[in-house]
């Protein structure tokens, strides 16, 4: 460890309880995607403490700021500004939101590295820039947001990351480095796992079944039911199920978002939303395909209309193990720290944002541990707060460090040795495509 690491480490040590005081105010006060505003000026007001030009309002709430020399490679601390609908978690709030995916744990992590690297001589130890970002919205924002910010703030991707991307908010990034609560083995009492398990992309789906209202008593033969036109398509995508190949990793999860105007009167319209996972893009064109074709029968059967549209989903996630500099990074912390990989050929049929940075850059991941209880439930809460807020933000400053000292002989490294899917434009010509 030379001297830089361990001031590094001081310096989030010497502000811990700062930290975990910033971490509980954010919990406490969860906000949806593209909303985030109380958290927002949160950050950049800790930011602009620290000295640092922020960049706000970056679709609608996202914050940026630039630490370092300016030359060189520039690697993004990426932390996630949303909660989520959950109003039976013990912490939601008024609204119905918690942070119950422990997205407040990531802010508190890119602020606490802030604090390090922004220390005037560890900031001209980089031989590159380390831009803290926070952004909003990985969490998949229904079609009432999703309307919304498009014809308010001409928002037109769910994602938060994929809307940034889209407006250039990366061009200048070359290399991202994300954290998570832990996802995988949440039973054990590992406080780092380093690496990225594959995870399924999507596409959104939204199911409009038009049929024909009518007296529901006195003439239910003049009517045509679009809700029964739309379970009868929830029991056919039951029936393909045997269909999904294992190996695609494929989920799909519809709910039925409106289900008539009244008790007394045959349903007309009725609305479904749904998600169609898998672990390829190949996989998952061919099970929408399948899954249109349910309710499109069904429509017929039934005498109903079905209109189906697709909306921009997140990228399948590359299986990417850790690489030799997140172990040495994490041996720093101590030999009391426990820290393990990422199991290989595991596929996490969750879905990410992420999936669009590896799209086009290579990403740089580690999950915390010090969590309990499963993620997007009630009973997710932080029990230990040192390895879900303090550990993690050590972990993300010492590895910007040595990402970019000695000449940003790591980063470069790391950058040249990736094959991105996506070159920037042909993303970006991709949204247009799907998104407008």
């Known amino acids: 460890m030379d001297r830089i690491e361990e001031k590094i480490i001081s310096i989030i040590d010497a502000h811990a309880d700062e ?3 910033l971490a509980q105010d954010i919990y406490a006060h969860a906000e949806q995607g593209y909303h985030e505003y109380r ?5 950049s007001d800790f930011l602009k403490k620290l000295g640092l030009e922020t960049k706000e309002g970056l679709a609608i709430t996202g914050v940026k700021a630039a630490i370092g020399t300016g030359e060189g490679p520039n690697v993004a601390l990426i932390g996630e500004l949303d909660g ?3 109003p039976s978690h013990p912490a939601a709030t008024p609204e119905g939101y918690a942070h119950s995916c422990g997205h407040y744990a990531q802010i508190t992590c890119i602020l606490g590295a ?3 690297l922004s220390d005037p001589e560890v900031a001209e130890s980089l031989d590159g820039t380390a831009t803290i970002f926070a952004v909003p919205a990985e969490e998949f924002q229904g079609s009432g947001v999703r309307d919304e910010v498009r ?3 001409d928002v037109h991707c769910a994602g938060g990351k994929c809307e940034l991307l889209r407006r250039g908010e990366f061009d200048d990034i070359d290399l991202s480095v994300t954290t998570h609560s832990l996802m995988v083995d949440r039973d054990s009492d590992v406080d780092l796992m380093l690496g990225n398990s594959a995870c399924t992309g999507f596409v959104g789906k939204t199911v409009y079944m038009h049929g024909k209202a009518a007296h529901a008593a006195a003439a239910p033969h003049m009517g045509v039911n679009a809700l029964n036109a739309a379970c009868l398509g929830m029991s056919a995508l039951g029936m393909i ?6 190996k695609d990793c494929v989920r799909v999860h519809p709910y039925i978002r409106e289900g008539g105007e009244a008790i007394n009167v045959v349903p007309s319209r009725v609305v479904l939303d749904m998600m169609v996972r898998a672990n390829s893009q190949a996989a998952i064109e061919k099970v929408s395909a399948k899954v249109d074709n349910c309710f499109k029968g069904t429509a017929m059967a039934i005498g109903c209309e079905a209109e189906i549209v697709n909306s921009q989903g997140y990228m399948p996630c590359p299986e990417r193990l850790p690489e030799d500099i997140l172990w040495d990074t994490a041996a720093l912390l101590g030999d009391d720290v426990k820290v393990a990989s990422i199991p290989a050929g595991l596929c996490n049929t ?5 999936g669009d940075l590896f799209a086009v850059m290579p990403v740089l991941n580690f999950t915390f541990g010090g969590s309990t209880g499963d993620l997007h439930s009630k009973d997710y809460k932080v029990s230990k707060p040192y390895p879900a807020h303090i550990l993690p933000a050590k972990m993300m400053a010492l590895l910007a460090y040595r990402l970019l000292k000695n000449g940003s002989a790591e980063a470069k490294k790391i950058v040249d040795g990736y094959k991105a899917p996506y070159t920037m434009e042909e993303y970006k010509d991709y949204v247009r495509k799907i998104s407008g």
């Open 84 to 86: 989520l609908s959950c």
């Open 151 to 153: 014809r308010t703030h």
């Open 19 to 21: 930290l975990e005081a």
């Open 39 to 43: 958290t927002a000026k949160i950050v």
């Open 241 to 246: 199920r045997e269909t999904f190949e294992e």
């Open 114 to 116: 802030a604090l390090a």
């Open 350 to 354: 969750a879905s990410t944002d992420v």
